[in-house]
């Protein structure tokens, strides 16, 4: 195992680093799991054709953004990217609320964000001791948001197509990544100059690991979302940013926490895909029947 993978767990175990609000003796996240990807890796290239060739850039894009006129070779930059599990607790009260989110994901959203933004540092900086030149893409000046012919909203750089580049999951029916600790998961990355073993990525589509799009069944994120943004064609962007915004964002703010937050992720928590990549444990159960 490389020593950055146990850099960022021991990190994350500190509850300094990673509590779920100042002060707060529960963790924001629980133990992270983490991926590799080489810099090179055609998928990327993939993405930037079909997310949106003028705006999403690949690892040598974001590279070359934090390192203008440094000479580099996409095959000498790798991409690592980590999930973030909400905990048991967080997951638990979230699975209670129909529609609102509970107080413990809007503290996930809000300051887990900002752990996760410090984790981000945290490795940039780790390999920038070492001289080797390292950044969080989503944290340059340069990363923006940006409206994809294909998809609409987007921007520069997707954290969680680069964990699903790193073999860390695939998408849901509702977009999130459905990854081996579920879909309730926040996600991050950053490009370093140094080459990693990649991680094999356990799937061939992008959809694999949900239920609906394996099997033809499931689409209990549908039932959960209070907007109606989920349906069998997909997840419409647009009302979900609606009912956020309009929503949500102003429950935290008049009933949780005093400001506007951007959380719901009503459709992460009380699914099968939950805490499970939900297709092994039908491919488990088959296996068991057939004893
Ligand atoms: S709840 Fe079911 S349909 Fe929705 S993303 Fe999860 S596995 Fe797919
Ligand atoms: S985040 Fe909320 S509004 Fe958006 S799809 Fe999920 S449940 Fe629906």
Redesign the pocket.
Known sequence: MDPIVTKIHNWMENIVNNALMPGSKLHAFASPIIGFARGDDPLFLFLKEDIGPAFYWTPEDAFKSAFPGKKIQPEELSVIAWILPQTEHTRIAHGKETTMPCKEWSCARHYGEKVNEKLRRYVVNHFLKQKIEACAPVLLPEWSRAISDKYGFASSWSERHAAYSCGLGTFGL?DGLITSVGKAVRVGSVIVNKQFQPTPRDYTKHHQWCLYHAKGKCGVCIK????G??SEKG?DKTK?KE??RQVTALYVEQEQLGFKVNS????QAKVPCEKINPTLRIKEEMKDKSY
């Not at 959960?224 to 907007?227: D, E, G, K, L, V």
């Not at 719901?264 to 459709?267: K, R, S």
């Open positions: 509702s959960r979302c209070p907007a943004a989920i997840h979900c009912y956020i719901c992720g009503l459709c």
